[in-house]
T-cell receptor
Framework: EAGVAQSPRYKIIEKRQSVAFWCNPISGHATLYWYQQILGQGPKLLIQFQNNGVVDDSQLPKDRFSAERLKGVDSTLKIQPAKLEDSAVYLC??????????????FGPGTRLLVL | AQSVTQPDIHITVSEGASLELRCNYSYGATPYLFWYVQSPGQGLQLLLKYFSGDTLVQGIKGFEAEFKRSQSSFNLRKPSVHWSDAAEYFCAVGGGSQGNLIFGKGTKLSVKP
């Protein structure tokens, strides 16, 4: 079974530029998560989708971050414009069921973003 | 509010020695508890999880964890550490209607030969 795929793996941009990350979850997984992991911290949830609907985006900085999950499969996370403090690893995860608390989340390798 | 505390930022153990990584949580109801491991440049991999039943949980790679409600703890243990166990370990609590995870800040494990 293929895991969660993410691209690109690394990205370097200048502040005020825009950037987009892509995630392909495990086939058939209903729930998709985007996390931000700043150096020295644990992952922090940015947004959670169930199928193609948003169920939690309370920690997403909506003035600059946006995300969508087309047709309930792939997802993109965009930052526009980027700030220095957005430098982090962006992790995508998926789980089979609709937000069940005991579900295992399967993580992709992440995209490491450096904003200069 | 839900929170997870991992008191140790960095631990170094000798290969073959035993290991215990500490995790304390704050959660209003019965928590779902997880330990994930992250190797350099990799995503997180689930080691084990607890949501009910036996408070001693067995995981992959020889790890186990014990849920102690009275101490609000879920410490991770391994009797004999291997060099390949060097990584960062994250404790997480899940719950709520959407199954969101709250992660601790992680403990980096180094293994001496």
């Amino acid at each position: 079974e293929a895991g969660v795929a993410q691209s690109p793996r690394y990205k370097i941009i200048e502040k005020r530029q825009s950037v987009a990350f892509w995630c392909n979850p495990i086939s058939g997984h209903a729930t998709l998560y985007w996390y931000q992991q700043i150096l020295g911290q644990g992952p922090k949830l940015l947004i959670q989708f169930q199928n193609n609907g948003v169920v939690d985006d309370s920690q997403l900085p909506k003035d600059r971050f946006s995300a969508e999950r087309l047709k309930g499969v792939d997802s993109t996370l965009k930052i526009q414009p980027a700030k220095l403090e957005d430098s982090a690893v962006y992790l995508c995860a998926s789980s089979p069921l609709l937000g069940a608390a005991q579900e295992t989340q399967y993580f992709g390798p992440g995209t490491r973003l450096l904003v200069l | 509010a839900q929170s997870v505390t991992q008191p140790d930022i960095h631990i170094t153990v000798s290969e073959g020695a035993s290991l215990e990584l500490r995790c304390n949580y704050s959660y209003g109801a019965t928590p779902y508890l997880f330990w994930y491991v992250q190797s350099p440049g990799q995503g997180l991999q689930l080691l084990l999880k607890y949501f009910s039943g036996d408070t001693l949980v067995q995981g992959i790679k020889g790890f186990e964890a014990e849920f102690k409600r009275s101490q609000s703890s879920f410490n991770l243990r391994k009797p004999s550490v291997h060099w390949s166990d060097a990584a960062e370990y994250f404790c997480a609590v899940g719950g709520g209607s959407q199954g969101n995870l709250i992660f601790g800040k992680g403990t980096k494990l180094s293994v001496k030969p």
